[in-house]
């Protein structure tokens, strides 16, 4: 996720915002305004299919082999997978947000999206193993709420920037709450800890969702359905989680 002021500055600022070429979808033509979102959500779309893709790829040349590697990985294996996929998230929204070059703004999704698919990996495994109809419960219920908030942001008009300083908060008590239950060896994957994570995805969502609308340029599609798949991966995740608790 990317919590950069710049599109409040460049919007309290209309000078500024000329300055830069600054055209948000909300003060966009009606076509460019509707080329823009159908773009976004195509792309969203083509991220989720290539991350089902690669999900599938893995599971058939290495099912067997899955369960047994996601049991050896340790509290310290489970803090560089997570360092590296942060690394690899905050490059890839560099490259997403690229004005200079389309193809550098495509490798970041492209990239992006590769990382979810690994750090996924590990609890589909278990999932699939264990939890039979899990994964497509909790895929469903993520389509449903992800429609339902988006709904809610393109029928109610509002702007849910206001949640910026609460999803930043709660990001950073999520995650250290994740890495002292590591270290720890806590077990704080309970259904409240994955409720409360459903709903910063959520939040989240919404807050992306409302960017679309009212802060990202009509060229900046490739980063929209960045954030929009960084947010419905989050969901999906915690969605999964909870199911999985749910069942045991």
């Known amino acids: 996720m990317s919590f950069g002021n710049k599109y409040d500055n460049q919007k309290s600022n209309p000078y500024a915002a000329m300055a830069h070429n600054y055209v948000p979808a909300a003060h966009a033509t009606v076509s460019d305004r509707i080329g823009f979102i159908q773009k976004t959500y ?3 779309a083509g991220a989720v299919l290539v991350f089902v893709a690669i999900e599938a790829v893995i599971f058939t040349l290495f099912g067997e082999q899955l369960i047994n590697v996601v049991s050896k990985l ?8 997570m360092a590296a996929f ?4 905050f490059l890839a929204n560099r490259w997403a947000q690229s004005q200079t ?6 490798a970041g999704l492209g990239l992006y999206v590769v990382a979810q698919a690994l750090i996924f990996v590990p609890i589909l495994a278990i999932a699939n193993n264990y939890f039979e109809g899990a994964i497509m419960s909790a895929g469903l219920i993520t389509a449903i709420v992800f429609v339902g908030l988006t709904i809610t942001v393109f ?15 709660g990001s950073l008590a999520a995650f250290g709450a994740i890495i002292a239950g590591t270290v720890l060896q806590l077990s704080i994957f309970g259904a409240l800890f994955s409720s409360l994570m459903v709903a910063l995805a959520a939040g989240y969502i919404l807050y992306d969702t409302s ?23 989050l969901l999906f995740w915690y969605i999964l989680r909870l199911v999985m608790v749910l069942r045991e």
């Open 101 to 106: 070059s389309s193809a550098m703004q495509y």
């Open 211 to 233: 960017n679309v609308l009212h802060k990202y340029r009509t060229d900046q599609h490739v980063a929209a359905s960045l954030a929009l798949f960084s947010g419905v991966a």
């Open 74 to 81: 340790g509290g310290a294996m489970w803090l560089v997978v």
């Open 86 to 89: 942060m690394g690899a998230s």
């Open 42 to 44: 195509l792309h969203l």
């Open 155 to 169: 029928v109610t008009q509002v702007d849910f920037s206001f949640l910026r300083m609460a999803l930043v908060v």
